[in-house]
């Protein structure tokens, strides 16, 4: 069974998913390949840290097989890592082709990851109202383990709600939040409808949080200089 230091009455976190297989143009390279100034990659930094929860960290790459250094993997006794493929409902006519890179979106991503946690659970996770992923994605250098602190401390007000995520006064950030394991039935039923939108989706349903202060600057990147200044904004903390 699945469990986890960072749990209590409001709820556990089950598992995380990192989302690092956009196509990234206007980057130019995959946003989880980017080097932070430290010589670390953007995923293994966000591996490192989602390490730390004690819970599966699934990334979700796209097929395409993006390494993690052996280091933040090699003791045995940590939480594992697992690629994961995104979910194909067998009718993909939704897909859209960015270059050479066919992508289903967030939320095919996101799908495979609740499946992945029901099928490593000895119980019907699906089911748990207090069971949570932690979703993040290769767009942001908030710390998994900051994020997860943040939202959880807004689990109460949410009760009516089957996820929590970051907001400032203009966006809603979906791929930075919280969802409770068990939209995982409803979350199928709208990709094998043939819906991707993310914000159809998830807005009725989220709870949503502003940004902390600190936090502005270090996500929503999506060109080099962007990136230039969330590295810079991280060094500021």
């Known amino acids: 069974m699945i469990t986890t230091e960072y749990s209590n009455s409001q709820g556990s976190l089950a598992g995380v998913v990192i989302l690092a297989g956009g196509a990234s143009r206007r980057m130019g390279t995959p946003k989880a390949k980017l080097t932070l100034p430290t010589g670390e990659t953007l995923l293994d ?30 003791n045995q006794s940590r939480s594992p890592v697992i690629h994961i493929a995104d979910y194909d409902p067998n009718d993909c006519t939704a897909n859209q082709s960015d270059g050479k890179i066919k992508t289903g979106g967030a939320l095919v991503a996101i799908e495979s990851a609740l499946q992945t946690l029901k099928a490593m659970s000895h119980s019907d996770i699906s089911e748990n109202q207090s069971s949570w ?45 919280i969802y409770r394991v068990s939209i995982e039935r409803d979350l199928k039923a709208y990709i094998d409808s043939g819906e991707r939108k993310v914000m159809s989706f998830i807005k009725p349903v989220v709870q949503s949080i502003s940004f902390a202060k600190n936090w502005q600057h270090l996500t929503n990147f999506n060109t080099p200089n962007d990136f230039a200044r969330a590295c810079m904004a991280l060094s500021d903390l």
């Open 45 to 74: 930094y966000h591996v490192r840290h989602a390490l730390d929860l004690n819970v599966p960290v699934m990334i979700a790459d796209n097929g395409r097989g993006f390494d993690v250094d052996s280091t933040l993997i090699s």
């Open 133 to 177: 992923l932690l979703v993040i994605s290769c767009d942001s250098l908030i710390p998994a383990t900051d994020l997860w602190q943040k939202l959880q401390s807004f689990i109460t007000e949410a009760v009516d709600k089957k996820g929590v995520c970051l907001a400032d006064d203009e966006h809603l950030y979906p791929l930075l939040g």
